[in-house]
């Protein structure tokens, strides 16, 4: 099975960012709802083709995996039940401006684009083996690494503390 790269991102020049976009969610289960919204109304506004539904349930993925591996109080972690039952989408609401636990950043360049999760945790993402696919949940790195072209996680340094998860999608470029 896929084994967690304890990688930085490949090489992109930050100076060729054609768009970036950020977004602070908190340690409740209606993070991930608010990550789709905030994803899909950032995606709407680039062209990524093709990749909209997978960049989409990638973010989806590593959100939940922030929520429910990546906060260091037990009592702040969603339960699986709470991650399950979150709306898809509903009403339109922004992304939380309440302390940030967990944030999510969309970098497009030209011809790629970058999901990262960041979270608290200094744990190191590690996929689940299990040959079990009708499990409800521990597919998440599996769906990651699926659906993106690569990904990979590295510590945070500085004033910065615990790990972000990144996700690396190929675009078409319009021939």
């Keep these: 099975m896929l084994k967690p790269l304890r990688q930085g991102l490949p090489p ?3 100076a060729a960012v054609s768009d970036a976009a950020s977004c602070a969610l908190p340690a409740r289960y209606e993070a991930v709802r608010e990550a789709r919204r905030f994803t899909r109304g950032t995606l709407d ?12 349930l990638v973010v989806s993925e590593l959100v939940t995996n922030a ?3 990546g906060l260091p ?17 509903s009403a339109d609401a922004a992304c939380s401006e309440h302390e940030p636990s ?12 970058v999901c990262a999760v ?8 590690v996929p689940r083996d299990s040959d079990d696919f009708s499990a409800e949940s521990g597919r998440g790195l599996f769906l990651v690494d699926s659906f993106a072209d690569s990904w990979g996680w590295h510590p945070l340094a500085g004033s910065l ?3 972000v ?3 690396l999608f190929r675009l078409r470029t319009a021939d």
């Design 118 to 125: 960041r979270d608290p945790s200094h744990e190191t993402p």
């Design 45 to 56: 506004q680039w062209d990524v083709g093709d990749r909209f539904d997978d960049i989409c």
């Design 73 to 89: 109080l037990p009592h702040h972690r969603p339960s699986n039940e709470a991650l399950r039952a979150a709306p898809s989408d």
């Design 12 to 14: 992109l020049d930050p």
């Design 161 to 163: 503390d615990g790990k």
């Design 102 to 113: 967990v944030r999510l950043h969309l970098m497009r360049w030209a011809e790629r684009l």
């Design 165 to 167: 998860v990144w996700a």
């Design 67 to 69: 929520l429910r591996h």
